[in-house]
């Protein structure tokens, strides 16, 4: 069965950092194109990073350019999402999930139970 499973969610205070984790099970990551996508309370999920599999590199929405960092490591099957500056508005539940440039825009499935990142003082 293939799986995604994050990790390293917290509480953390603005301005601050934290490194999410995803393991995959069942599947090779490097066949695929994996991201982020997260949901914020009463919003709708956002797409903020899909990172492709070929060293293309990774797409990053505007809202995190600059902030966050997409990194894969095939040896560990996972990949990770370094996020640093973070503001209250960065809260929200956090998914990886394979992905791809669809007409509109990037799209996400498969994704995970996900991990909460709350930024607050």
């Given amino acids: 069965q293939e799986r995604l499973v994050e990790s390293g969610g917290g509480l953390v205070q603005p301005g601050g950092s934290l490194r999410l984790s995803c ?3 069942g599947f090779r990551l490097d066949y ?3 991201g982020w996508l997260r949901q914020a309370p009463g919003k709708e999920r956002e797409g903020v990073v899909c990172h492709s599999s070929s060293g293309a590199g990774a797409w990053y929405g ?3 350019k600059g902030r966050f960092t ?3 490591d095939h040896s560990k099957n996972s990949v ?3 996020m640093n500056s973070l503001t209250p508005e960065d809260t929200a539940i956090y998914y990886c999930a394979k992905c791809w440039a669809g ?3 990037y799209e996400y499935e498969d994704w995970g139970q996900g991990t909460l990142v709350t930024v607050s003082s």
Avoid: F, N, T
């Fill in 62 to 64: 505007d809202s995190v």
């Fill in 103 to 105: 007409v509109g825009g």
């Fill in 32 to 34: 695929y194109a994996i």
């Fill in 70 to 72: 997409s990194s894969r």
């Fill in 80 to 82: 990770y999402l370094q």
């Fill in 23 to 25: 393991a995959a099970s």
